[in-house]
């Protein structure tokens, strides 16, 4: 009965919900296996399906945390393997991310939590990559998870709130390593509230006093569970000691989770520009840049400490990325996801007060958002024009896979040779008929039926005249030439609205010998 009122009462709410979670189970579920998987999802993709078939897995910090291995190892244990299974578990967890706002809709209010989960919804570099494997789709969802049952507690403190934000922090370094930056970020949080509103800093830390005063186990509690969390996840449950050893951070040894990504910093992986962050934010995301920056004045007259936060998570989150060494597309993730609430926080905040000609600009601002998203998802998904679409497989790719795939039978894994130097996504993608060789001095065996080699390792293979060679390409990529002349503007903007790239793509092409 109480539940019907509910609904009654917010019927507004209600109905927005279900129609804001309708669009996200489609537009996260559907046509999930159309694209091709990228390199990265190929690797993930394997190392989860050995986990899945053997159960084999060790912590490795270069192929991060081991929460999207557990995850995708279930979906492949229920459902079985394929490229839309691989991806159901980004999927899952940004309908997730989508609906939090709305759970939180009490403390968030109405029209921020409504306008927020749009915003996720909407956003189209966070809907591509919720249909791609990879950690940091996955990581998101428990910092915000954290950050509100954080503010949770400190509006009210009590044991549910505090012990499901420290299950919600660990969870997160349990994904992906990224999490030490949001962890810093947060911590340094502290030092600047004080100086922005030390009186609602002080009445908030004698609140949070006062409850540990008067309940002095629930903090020994939050450590154990922090422990026991962190542990559990890293050891695979309690039965790999040297994984958890691993896990521990300690920034002067690279062989371990903190260290190793440390070391990483001075090899600029990705080899992108500092600002290559704000470049995908102006291609694709205008109304966050909008929304963001007034967002950020809107603070200061406010003087809301939740407001002050959002603000500095953005800022603080793209710095850091912006600085960090390691640059792709799907790390912008880490400062998308607080741009995103901040924007939606402050579209949230201030609509009822906008006058008419105000929300017509917001409306079709998200018209072209939404465009926008569709345009990358759903039209131009393998299309490295779109500068989202990192190094991607190329369409094409997926003829070669059929056709290996119908003359080689399940379970006969030396029907495809794959030279281990492109094992990616190769060894996922013949998981079930393939295995790797060392192409130095290879010779095939009778039962070879398909070779895969680098074009520049041929040499050194030895393969007789009864294969049929073909070149095929296996990844493509667009890298944007410098372009600072007056005319650029024009191929600027013929690439904002329509996609047509100023220089020519580049890509990595491979051999294939089939046995005649």
């Known amino acids: 009965m109480k539940l019907l009122e509910l609904i009654k009462k917010y019927k507004w709410f209600c109905v927005g919900a279900v129609l804001i979670l309708t669009v996200?189970?489609?537009?996260?579920?559907?046509?999930?296996?159309?694209?091709?998987?990228?390199?990265?999802?190929?690797?993930?993709?394997?190392?989860?399906?050995?986990?899945?078939?053997?159960?084999?897995?060790?912590?490795?910090?270069?192929?991060?945390?081991?929460?999207?291995?557990?995850?995708?190892?279930?979906?492949?244990?229920?459902?079985?393997?394929?490229?839309?299974?691989?991806?159901?578990?980004?999927?899952?967890?940004?309908?997730?991310?989508?609906?939090t706002p709305l759970v939180f809709r009490k403390m968030l209010g109405n029209y921020r939590a409504i306008i927020i989960s749009i915003v996720l919804l909407t956003s189209p570099i966070l809907l591509y990559y919720s249909r791609f494997l990879v950690h940091t789709s996955i990581v998101i969802l428990f910092w915000l998870l954290f950050v509100l049952t954080l503010r949770w507690f400190f509006q009210k403190p009590n044991a549910t709130a505090l012990m499901l934000s420290v299950i919600f922090f660990v969870l997160g370094f349990a994904v992906s390593e990224t999490s030490y930056i949001f962890a810093a970020v947060v911590v340094a949080f502290i030092p600047i509230l004080y100086l922005l509103t030390p009186k609602k800093f002080k009445v908030a830390h004698l609140k949070?006093?006062?409850?540990?005063?008067?309940?002095?186990?629930?903090?020994?509690?939050?450590?154990?569970?922090?422990?026991?969390?962190?542990?559990?996840?890293?050891?695979?449950?309690?039965?790999?000691?040297?994984?958890?050893?691993?896990s521990l951070p300690n920034p002067f040894d690279s062989a371990t989770a903190l260290g190793f990504w440390m070391s990483q910093h001075k090899n600029h992986l990705g080899n992108q520009p500092w600002y290559y962050y704000f470049i995908l934010l102006a291609v694709y995301e205008p109304l966050l840049i909008g929304a963001g920056v007034l967002a950020v004045i809107d603070s200061f007259r406010k003087k809301s400490p939740f407001y002050y936060f959002l603000v500095w998570w953005t800022i603080a989150m793209l710095a850091g990325m912006s600085i960090a060494g390691e640059k792709f597309p799907w790390l912008i993730l880490s400062g998308l996801l607080p741009l995103a609430v901040l924007a939606g926080y402050y579209l949230g905040t201030n609509w009822v007060k906008f006058k008419l000609i105000s929300k017509i600009i917001w409306i079709l601002i998200l018209a072209f958002t939404v465009f926008n998203a569709y345009r990358l998802v759903f039209v131009h998904p393998a299309d490295t024009s779109e500068i989202a679409v990192y190094v991607q497989t190329p369409d094409n790719y997926r003829e070669i896979i059929s056709k290996i795939n119908a003359k080689c039978p399940k379970?006969?894994?030396?029907?495809?040779?794959?030279?281990?130097?492109?094992?990616?996504?190769?060894?996922?993608?013949?998981?079930?008929?393939?295995?790797?060789?060392?192409?130095?001095?290879?010779?095939?065996?009778e039962q070879n039926q398909f070779i895969i080699i680098e074009m520049d390792k041929v040499d050194?293979?030895?393969?007789?005249?009864?294969?049929?060679?073909?070149?095929?390409?296996?990844?493509?990529?667009?890298?944007?030439?410098?372009?600072?002349?007056?005319?650029?503007?024009?191929s600027f903007w013929d690439y904002f609205?329509?996609?047509?790239?100023?220089?020519?793509k580049g890509g990595f092409d491979i051999y294939l010998y089939e046995k005649k």
């Open 24 to 99: 996200a189970v489609l537009s996260r579920f559907l046509f999930l296996g159309t694209r091709p998987l990228h390199h990265d999802e190929g690797m993930l993709s394997y190392f989860a399906w050995q986990l899945a078939s053997s159960g084999n897995y060790v912590y490795t910090p270069q192929i991060h945390a081991p929460i999207l291995f557990y995850v995708q190892a279930i979906l492949f244990k229920i459902f079985g393997t394929g490229d839309n299974i691989a991806r159901l578990g980004p999927a899952i967890f940004g309908i997730a991310l989508i609906s």
């Open 208 to 246: 949070v006093k006062n409850y540990f005063h008067e309940n002095p186990y629930d903090l020994l509690s939050a450590f154990i569970l922090f422990i026991l969390v962190w542990a559990a996840a890293f050891s695979s449950f309690f039965t790999n000691v040297q994984s958890l050893l691993v």
């Open 460 to 490: 050194g293979a030895q393969i007789p005249a009864t294969y049929e060679r073909s070149q095929v390409q296996l990844r493509e990529w667009w890298v944007p030439s410098v372009c600072r002349k007056a005319s650029c503007i024009k």
């Open 411 to 445: 379970k006969d894994f030396s029907c495809v040779s794959i030279d281990s130097n492109i094992s990616w996504p190769n060894s996922w993608i013949f998981h079930d008929n393939g295995s790797l060789y060392s192409p130095d001095g290879f010779k095939p065996a």
């Open 497 to 504: 609205a329509f996609r047509k790239i100023w220089n020519e």
